[in-house]
C-alpha cells in the first residue's frame, strides 16, 4: 500500500546476521542466548531492546507496531520517538500456566514444590511485562472477541476498549488445485484413502491426545482413514506410544517438521483438517490456511475457533472439547466424502470474502492512521 516496513524479529542461539529483503519489507533479527526456565527472558528483553533502539535511530519509524508481551514490553522500554501500537494474539500468562502444568506432569515428586514456586514468580513477571506494554501503547488490538474477552479480564480493562483488527491470509499461496493436481500432489505426497491433516506444535494444549482418541472411534466406522499430524515438540514420543496403545498406529503418520514451502500442498491434499485446541485459541491462522486451500475444518469448541467457523457452518465446530465431541463432528462428513466435496468450494470463498489479506491491509492503514491522526491532535 506504498508503506516502508521493516521487521524486527528476535531468535534464539543464532547469530544476528545482515537483513533480509523480502522483496516486499526488511527483516531484521536479534537473538540472545538460550532461554531457560531461570533466566526469566532476561536476556531477550535486553537484546530486543537494544536492537529496536538501534533500528529506529537509522530508520526514525512513524509508527512502531509490537506483537505480544515479551517483545512489546522491550521495545516500549527502548525509548523510540514514535507513537507504539500493540497486537495481542494470545493470553501470554494463561499460556504459560498451562505448558506449565503440563511439564510439570514430566517431574518428580521432589521437584514438584520448588518448581510450582518458580511457576508461580515467573507468570507474575509475564503478567507484568504485558501490563507494562499495554499501558504504554497508544492502542491495543486483537484478532479475535475471544482474545479482547481474555485480555480485558485479565488487566482489568474496560470492556470495549481494544479493537479487534483480523488478520488475512495469502490465498495465492494458500489455494486450491484441480482435481486432477490434487490426486497428482496426493500420491507425490503418499496419501491414500480418506486424510484428516493437523499442523499442530506437538503439546498438551494443542489437544492432539484428543484427536487420537476421537480417530480411534472414526477407524472403528470409517474404512481407510488416516491421520497426517505436522508438526514437532516435546509430546510427540508420547503421541506416538498412545496411538500404538490405541491400535490406531498403522492410521497415524507424524510427519514431522515441514517446511513453508511444502506446507500449502498438505492442505490441498487433505480431505478434512482438524484443530483439536483444548483451549486459549486465540485466533486460528491454520485453520484459514486450510480453508483458503479448499479444506474444511473440524474445530473444538475452544477460544476463537467458533468465531472463524460456525459462519461458514455451524456443523463444523464440535460440541465439546473432548476426542468423542471432535469424532461425531467429523463422522457425517467422512461417513458422506460427497458433503466434502460440496464444501470445499464453499471454504474458498468464505476466505476471500473475508481474511483476504487486501481488506486486512486496508483495516490496519486505517488504524494506524487513526493512530497518528490522535497522536497529532494532542500535539
Known amino acids: 500500500m506504498g508503506h516502508e516496513v521493516c521487521v524486527l524479529a528476535g531468535r534464539v542461539g543464532v547469530p544476528t546476521g545482515p537483513d533480509e529483503d ?33 533500528l529506529a535511530q537509522e530508520w526514525r519509524p512513524d509508527i512502531v507496531h509490537c506483537h ?59 503478567h507484568h511485562m504485558e501490563g507494562d506494554a499495554l499501558s504504554r501503547s497508544r492502542s491495543v488490538a486483537v484478532l479475535s472477541r475471544f482474545s479482547r474477552e481474555r485480555l480485558e479480564a485479565a488487566h482489568g480493562l474496560k470492556p470495549g476498549s481494544v479493537r479487534i483488527i483480523r488478520a488475512g491470509i495469502d490465498l ?50 470409517v474404512p481407510d482413514v488416516h491421520l497426517i499430524l505436522v508438526g514437532k515438540g516435546p509430546e510427540r514420543k508420547m503421541l506416538e506410544e498412545m496411538a500404538a496403545e490405541l491400535g490406531i498406529g498403522s492410521a497415524v503418520r507424524f510427519e514431522g517438521f515441514v517446511s513453508d ?58 460440541s465439546e472439547t473432548s476426542g468423542s465431541g471432535i469424532s461425531k463432528a467429523a463422522l457425517p462428513w467422512l461417513v458422506f466424502p460427497s458433503a466434502l466435496a460440496e464444501l470445499r468450494p464453499r471454504c474458498r470463498s468464505y476466505v476471500e470474502e473475508n481474511y483476504g489479506w487486501p481488506e486486512a491491509g486496508r483495516v490496519l492503514d486505517a488504524f494506524y492512521l487513526q493512530v497518528l491522526s490522535d497522536e497529532n491532535g494532542q500535539g
Open 22 to 54: 523480502t522483496g516486499g519489507y526488511r527483516v531484521r533479527r536479534w537473538t540472545s542466548r538460550r532461554r531457560s526456565f531461570a533466566d526469566g527472558y532476561l536476556t531477550a528483553v535486553a537484546a530486543c531492546s537494544g536492537a529496536a533502539r538501534k
Open 261 to 318: 514451502k511444502v506446507l500449502p500442498d498438505y492442505y490441498r491434499a487433505a480431505d478434512l483438517y482438524a484443530l483439536p485446541s483444548r483451549s486459549l485459541e486465540g485466533y486460528g491462522m491454520s485453520t484459514l490456511e486450510a480453508l483458503a486451500s479448499g479444506t474444511p475444518v473440524i474445530g473444538t469448541p475452544a477460544g476463537a475457533t467458533p468465531e472463524i467457523l460456525e459462519p461458514l457452518e455451524k456443523g463444523l465446530v464440535a
Open 68 to 126: 505480544q508481551g515479551l517483545s512489546a514490553y522491550s521495545v516500549l522500554r527502548a525509548g523510540i520517538d514514535a507513537p507504539s501500537v500493540c497486537t495481542f494474539h494470545s493470553p501470554w500468562r494463561d499460556e504459560f500456566l498451562e505448558d506449565a502444568e503440563a511439564r510439570e506432569d514430566s517431574l518428580s515428586g521432589p521437584l514438584r514444590p520448588l518448581y510450582r514456586l518458580a511457576t508461580k514468580f515467573k507468570a507474575a513477571w509475564i
Open 172 to 221: 495465492e499461496n494458500f489455494s486450491p488445485v484441480s482435481s486432477t493436481e490434487r490426486d497428482n500432489l496426493r500420491r507425490r505426497l503418499g496419501i491414500s484413502g480418506l486424510t484428516i491433516l493437523s499442523v499442530r506444535r506437538l503439546v498438551r494444549r494443542m489437544g492432539i491426545d484428543l484427536l487420537l482418541e476421537a480417530m480411534l472411534q472414526i477407524c472403528s466406522r
